[in-house]
């Protein structure tokens, strides 16, 4: 089994309000430092089978479809092999 | 022979009741409502996508009610030239499932905007538009993820194709960033398919059919559908 991790990031030429937002609030803070804040999503989940290409094939497919939209994001995925318990 | 309306319920439609009060009981049109989990779509001629927050809007809005099973039967019947109406989080569902281009963004305030708002009808070439009797109607919006957003290309294609059927605008039709609820590109308040036989808009015209409330302008958009149904 595999534990999967999935990050979408909204792609660079797009608005991310979200991120502007908070980028707001953290001059607020006093962040100065501070730029380009942009807000994604973090996503994990485990697939159950040990034949990578299985694996790889369904987080993809997963991430492609459901989980980012590929018009305005883009998904980046790692995974690590773990116990079954 | 009138055209019967089905209404796709998904969990956290809100806007279905709302629309088969519309076309039922306001207009008179044969409705039934269309569970999410069926695939049959009952022989409606026109399918209505409600307004809401189907599946709590997880993920983003209208990516996950785009695989429920009835969407396969939808699909299809769009394929087949079938008539579609998408309202709100019905458009949303429509850009998810590809069936219109482009996608929705949060809108540019960051906050849920209720209020009336005017569209202009800059298309009346279309079966959804053809016999309204108005430049602009008033309709009220209900949204957080009403900004449209689609690529230059993409954007340029709804230009030269026509698709672009309603802007916000004034109240008497003037088209700019000032009369823009949520930061939609080109004010872009409705479009169709190429084809024109789906339609996906932001403001709901459902919300605007009962004489009572004072404004009926939502009618205009399903009586002139009818009509050209008829005609056909």
Known sequence: ?85 | MKPKFGIVVFPGSNCDHDSFYALNKNLGYETVFLWHKDSGLQNSDVIILPGGFSYGDYLRTGSIARFSPIMNSVIDFAKKGGIIIGICNGFQILLEAGLLPGVMLKNNSLKFICKNVYIKVVNKNTVFTSDIPKDVLELPIAHAEGNYFADEDTIKQLEDNDQIVFQYSSSDGKISGKWNPNGSKLNIAGIVNKKGNILGMMPHPERNCDPLLGNTDGTFIFNSLVSNLITI
């Open chain 1, 1 to 85: 089994m595999y534990k999967a991790t999935v990050i979408v990031k909204r792609r660079k030429d797009i608005l991310d309000p979200q991120g502007k937002a908070a980028e707001q609030g953290a001059k607020l803070l006093g962040f100065n430092n501070v730029s380009d804040t942009k807000i994604g999503k973090y996503i994990e989940f485990f697939v159950h089978s040990n034949d990578l290409t299985v694996v790889e094939k369904e987080i993809k497919e997963y991430a492609g479809k459901l989980l980012s939209n590929p018009i305005i994001e883009d998904f980046e995925f790692k995974y690590e092999k773990v116990d079954e318990t």
